[in-house]
């Protein structure tokens, strides 16, 4: 039986929890305890070096360690419905949406909450080693953040999904992102970004999203 480890609270295995409902993918699921730290305890190491979640084991007990090959596995042992792109041009876009919303939207999240909440001292950056906190890096996070929303309402003011006209892994990252900003305070705007919200509202509708 294929395994996701995940955390139910953490946005970067909701990312593969959505990917695995939309491609109905069947699958366990293991909780990891991050608060508690059991993803540097023996076990999970064994499980994942990398000491993060998602990871997901598949039936012959080879184990990925990242979104990225989750997704690329998935929409090659689960073709239908495609969500890398279908037509070369699409999977360009796919993959260059896929990038900006990582680069600018989660990991600037990411830079805000983990520099700047004390819960996370000496842990700024996930994985094995134990980086220190860098204040200012928070402060620019909260910026990037905020020019993320708009750079994707913009995008939105004329495409139904973030990277065209066809619902992508790009969505699930973005919803992902835009989620995980209330963690620090920073929510689209009704009069900055209308078409954002509408299309956060519609991927609420999806089943998947409720992972
Ligand atoms: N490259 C990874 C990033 C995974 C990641 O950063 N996961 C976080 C949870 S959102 C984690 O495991 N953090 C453990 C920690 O903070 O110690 C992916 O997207 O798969």
Known sequence: ??????CATAPSPRRARILLAEKGVPHATVQVDLRGGEQFGEAFRAVN??????????EDGRVLTDNAAIIAWAEAAYPEPPLLGTTPLEKAEVASWQWRVEFEGL????????????????RALP???GYEQ?????????????????????QLATKDFVAGAAFSVADI?????????RAVKVRPDEQRHPHLLRW???????????A
């Open 49 to 58: 070096p990398l000491c993060t979640v998602p990871a997901l084991r598949l």
């Open 127 to 129: 994985g094995p080693v």
């Open 134 to 154: 860098i204040p200012a890096l928070a402060e620019r996070g909260r910026a990037r953040i905020g020019h993320f929303l708009d750079a994707l309402e913009q």
């Open 1 to 6: 039986v294929i395994t996701l480890y995940d």
């Open 173 to 181: 990252t973005a919803v992902v992102t835009v989620d995980f900003a």
């Open 200 to 210: 956060r509202e519609r991927m609420g509708e999806r089943p998947s999203m409720a």
């Open 107 to 122: 990991i600037a999240v990411a830079e805000a909450l983990r520099n700047g909440s004390p819960a996370m001292a000496g």
